[in-house]
C-alpha cells in the first residue's frame, strides 16, 4: 500500500470469558489490518452494568493502519469479535463477552461512526476507559475538552479501583 494514509485508530479491549486468551487474540488479529504502535498494560474492573457476571479484563492498543473508521467499525472489528466467538444479547447489552473492540479515538477526529460517536464518551466517565487510552498516548489531546488523556484518566482516580493485571500480555 504505497502512498496510503495511515489513521491512529485508539482501539478499547475488553473481555469477561477466558480473556486471557481472548485479549491476545485479539490483538493478533488487529495486527493482520496495521501496526499496533503500542498497547497498555491489562486492568481488571467489575462488569459497568454492577451485575453478577466475571470482572473484565480491559486494554486499549493504538493502531496504525490505513483502514477508515467507517471500514473499522462496520466491518473488521465485527468480524474479529465474530471469529473470537462474540455473540451479542440485543436483550442485554451488557452481557459477558469473549471479545469487545471499540474505537475510541481516531486521529483526532469528532464524528459519528455506525452510530457511535467518536472520541467515544465513555473516555470522560469510565476509568476503565480512561486509564488505558492514558497509559498508550498521555499527551494526547482529547478534541472536544482540551483535556489530555492523562487529565482525565487522573480526574477518574488514576486506576482506583482497578487492578493490574501483570499476568495477562496483550503483545
Known sequence: MAGATLHRAYLLLG???DPEQHLPAACRELARHGTIV???RV???PPADGSAQANYLNAAVLLETACSAEELRAT???RIETALGRVRDPQDRYAARTIDIDLALF???VHEVGGARIPDPDILTRAFVAVPLAEIDPGYVHPQTGQT???IAAAL???????LRRDVELL
Open 107 to 109: 486521529n483526532e477526529a
Open 76 to 78: 473488521i472489528l465485527p
Open 157 to 163: 482516580g488514576g486506576g482506583a479501583g482497578l487492578a
Open 38 to 40: 503500542c498497547a497498555s
Open 149 to 151: 488523556l492523562a487529565e
Open 15 to 17: 473481555s469477561n470469558i
Open 43 to 45: 486492568w481488571e474492573s
